[in-house]
């Protein structure tokens, strides 16, 4: 046996172990936080895939929605470089509006089916996680 090796790996299983129950707050209490200081509106096509920035929203063109990116909830991902068992998996947190009715909730999203939805219902509406960048700064969500 690879004594170098074992050691590498029994490592590499408590950083993985470990890291999983981690969370990366940039703001808490539906607080986007500085790193969403200058948010900004995009519109989008309904159906179609866009890349919101933390504290950016879309607004579904031909729809009484938005969809602003909040924060990182928690994320087990295995970082760059890192050999790990287990994928891990992006907890994200968004806000949907109904401008024209008022209407609000926040949804967690979740990168992976292991913990939760990958998508939501709101407004006649499905709003699906499709992707999230390496540092969570960015996620891509599909309005359909």
Do not use: N
Not at 40 to 65: C, F, I, N, W, Y
Not at 67 to 78: E, H, N, P
Not at 104 to 115: F, I, K, W, Y
């Amino acid at each position: 046996m690879d004594l170098p090796r074992f050691v590498a790996g029994l490592l590499a299983f408590a950083v993985v172990t470990v890291g999983a129950g981690s969370s990366v707050a940039a703001g808490q209490s539906g607080d986007p936080g500085p790193a969403a200081a200058s948010s900004s509106t995009v519109s989008t096509p309904a159906g179609h895939d866009v890349t919101l920035r933390l504290g950016q929203e879309a607004a579904v063109q031909g729809k009484d929605l938005t969809v602003r990116y909040l924060r990182v909830v928690a994320d087990s991902r295995c970082r760059p470089g890192m050999q790990c068992f287990w994928q891990g998996e992006a907890t994200l947190a968004f806000l949907l509006k109904e401008p024209g009715r008022g209407e609000s909730t926040t949804a967690e999203l979740h990168s992976g089916p292991r913990t939760g939805p990958q998508a939501t219902s709101f407004a006649a509406s499905r709003v699906e996680l499709v992707s999230v960048s390496e540092d969570g700064g960015a996620a891509t969500v599909r309005i359909s």
